[in-house]
């Protein structure tokens, strides 16, 4: 069986579309009966199951360990040991739960996105029917190799690749694989070999569903040798990239590595230059780097994180990696596909000609509400008798089943039937009841050849046929019209005028039927094909996969971000821009199209400049969607990547941040996915950009607070060491400041209140770090000012003794106790100064954050309880201070604050902060 792709997917399979069946048969070595059992059996030892093996896996205890090799968690690892040694053996024990807490999120996330390839798997089909010996057998899919002869019938999901033999009216339903929202008729005859997929007619593939009608098949590729298995090894060969906020945090782990050792090395060195015991200041030195380190930042992160997941589950987006939540903040391009994505994937009639009258169709998907009118918007009557009779026939000569589930309208079968029946549910029309009172008597199926259907019912005024199917097919078979004054011959006039119009709904990207029917005498005699002569024309029927009615406004509302949509699909270029004009994606005369074709034709540098003027891409294959992916990323773009078939899990990896559809998203796509929307409804993607942003502005609002106090302790405390003076701080102060200030109120920081102007702003540069000449600007100078503030006060107090207590050790407790409740209170003020970057407090407002309120009235008291209970004040080395003494600390702590305000102003009127 040369050229037959075995299980190691390495063999090149022929092109058997291009092959007669006769040809295909002969490769694989399949007669008239099939295989025989001893022969399946070598091919199935041979060439292994029918079956998509996952890549080898991670254990999950490795996953879980490769969390520990984060350099922020070692750093925060060290930090654990260092107050282990330090006796803070509670200090010790919160760091690591943060450690392991954090470990085992980035576990959870990691081992769902190891599942990817198994839920691939699970949607090949469990049974087959195939004809080995000569006899017909259900057999395990798992169990089907190439040359058997697979027997297909409608319903059922297709086993594996194969070649058809034989097919009568054999439809398959193929947009988890192509994105072709309509059902594929499917033929023996083959095709040229550069045919794309989407277009080989005369091939079956695994994992489809075939719509109707029956046929026979070869099987000419099993296992990950399929369509699938190509997918799937795409899957596997897309590598994992961080996200920014990822990358960014990496960066400032190094940072940070750097300045503790820095520091660390710093204190020591100027403590023994003094002659201080070597012991004393290596303690002091590590408790100072411990005070360095944001060991609530990860905390800080993933909860900011979190309550963003949570705020966006509320509106039906449900996220599986928490970093994808900030990257869709900063996304600049989104690429989504088309059918079930910007449309409803539920063919709906829009328009109809009948009587020489245009009517428009109202109403979008299964759901059978809607109004008639005339484009100038004049109401028609569902009582017309043209539309009367349109909307029966449509019911008549049709085999679909519409039917109401769970509040939601579905269609088993044929979705361009199930139009049909809508619209007769639009007109008042009832199936069941009709088809009691019209019981069909005989019928002429429908044919690639005939293009049409037929239908023969029993009606009170005798036996009569209804037919629908292409302009073409019918119109000339008709002699008379039908009208609202009854039947009148149809002239060479009329039929131009009806071709036209079918022709201006086509130009339109709707798809186009005619209704037909014709009187039977009561005994015919005639065949078949003369019953279909001499008919009645009755009129066109023009209907489309309809955009979502929200689609339109959550395209403006990408656009007023800043953001560019590009349509993506495997569909037709015309259907593509007819829905893209409908969106607002292109305005008329600007929807300039690039089909699968022109990507493979064009190069890299030729497809970067028309990126600018197109938002169409039609007719693309996965290979396509993952260049166009990688284009745009190499531009510096953020790309989120939108679908739901299988053909998008590839690109949905590869992008920045891939977007799932929850209701009809394959399975693999939602494993691959970073967030899936669990009512399909693209609009929700503007709630998950403004999340998204507001997560970062929330990020860089704790960092700033962070950083900016925990320079100032350590401006502080090794200024003191340079000016001659004594430690203002002793290690068991430095860690409490350091826990109380870093706890609650950076936590509380971390799920602030979006800001008011969160999606009036262009987004963040992709190149954008967390840290903005802003931000490095406002850590500078509350660093600074509490530098400037607190070493004097310290030295004050340690060489005034305002209070004349004379024993040095009072007189240095005391001016520790100064620097210790001054630093604290300075940065519960400095917590309300971090709601934002660039606004005023007094425009964010003061309140509005009620966690952050409670978070300081905590601290406070606690840092109160530190200075005026005695086991506390003797254990961490305090005295109480008198209402004198809070003055000068209440002068430092407050004055912080239009500080800050006119340092905000500054940078508003310089540029360097973003605009008020």
Known sequence: M???????????????????????????????????????????????????????????????????????????????GISYVLGEHLDAAVILAIVLACAVLGFVQEYRAERAAAALARLAAPTAVVLRDGQEQVIPAREVVAGDLLLLSAGDRVAADGRLLAAAHLQADESLLTGESLPVDKKVEPVPAPTPVAERHCLVYAGTVIVSGRGQAVVTATGPGTEFGRIARMLEEVPHESTPLERRLAGLARVLAAICLGIALLAVGLGLARGEDFWRMLLWGLSLAVAAVPEALPAVVTGALAIGTTRMARQRAIVRRLPAVETMGCTTVICTDKTGTLTKNEMTVRALFVDHLEVEVTGSGYEPKGDFRTR??????????????????????????????NGAWRVRGDPTEGALLVLGRKLGLAEERLRQEYPRVAEIPFTAERRRMSTVHDTPRGRVMYLKGAPESLLPQCRRLFTSQGEKPLAAVGRQVIARQAADMAGR??????????????????????????LVWVGLVGMIDPPRPEARAAVRRCRRAGIRVYMVTGDHAATAQAVAREVGLVKQGQDSVLTGRDLSRLSDAELGRRLADTRIFARVSPEHKLRLVDLLKARGEVVAMTGDGVNDAPALKRADIGVAMGLTGAEVTKETAAMILADDNFATLVAAVEEGRA?????????????????????????????????????????WVNLTTDGLPALALGVDPKAPDVMRRPPRSPREGVFTRAVIALILVISGYLTLTLIPLFAYYWLTDPRGLGEPRQVLALAQ????????????????????????????????????????????????????????????????????????????????????????????????????
């Not at 059996?41 to 969390?67: H, I, K, M, Y």
């Not at 014709?518 to 005639?526: H, T």
Request: glycine share 6%; charged share 15%; hydrophobic share 55%.
């Open 509 to 534: 990207a709707l798809r186009v039927l005619g209704l037909a029917y014709r009187q039977l005498p009561e005994l015919s005699e005639v065949t078949p094909a003369q019953e279909e002569e001499d």
């Open 376 to 405: 100038d918007l004049t109401p028609v009557s569902p009582a017309h008798p043209v539309l009367h009779l349109a909307g029966r026939i449509a019911m008549l000569c049709n085999d679909a089943v519409l039917s109401q589930e």
């Open 695 to 735: 997560i970062f502005d929330n990020i860089r609002k704790y960092l700033i607070y962070l950083l900016s106090c925990n320079f100032a302790e350590i401006l502080v405390l090794t200024g003191a060491l340079l000016f001659g003076l004594p430690l203002p701080l002793v290690a068991l102060q430095i860690l």
């Open 817 to 916: 106790t100064m620097v210790f409740a001054a630093l604290i209170l300075a940065e519960m003020v400095n917590a309300f100064n971090c709601r934002s970057d660039h606004l005023s407090l007094l425009t964010v407002g003061f309140w509005r954050n009620r966690w952050l309120v409670a978070a300081v009235a905590v601290s406070l008291a606690l840092m109160l309880a530190v200075i005026h209970w005695p086991p506390l004040a003797r254990l961490f080395h305090v005295v109480p201070l008198t209402l004198r003494d809070w003055l000068p600390v209440l002068a430092v702590a407050l004055g912080l604050f239009p500080v800050v305000e006119a340092a905000k102003w500054c940078l508003r009127r310089a540029g360097t902060g973003r605009a008020a």
């Open 2 to 80: 040369t050229g037959v792709v075995t299980k190691s997917g390495k063999s090149e399979a022929p092109a058997y579309h291009a092959w007669s069946p006769q040809e295909v048969r002969q490769a694989l070595g399949c007669g008239p009966e099939g295989l025989s059992e001893a022969e399946a059996a070598l091919r199935l030892e041979r060439d292994g199951p029918n079956e998509l093996a996952a890549a080898p896996g991670v254990s999950p205890l490795r996953l879980f360990l490769r969390q520990f090799g984060n350099l922020l968690i070692l750093i925060l690892l060290v930090a654990t």
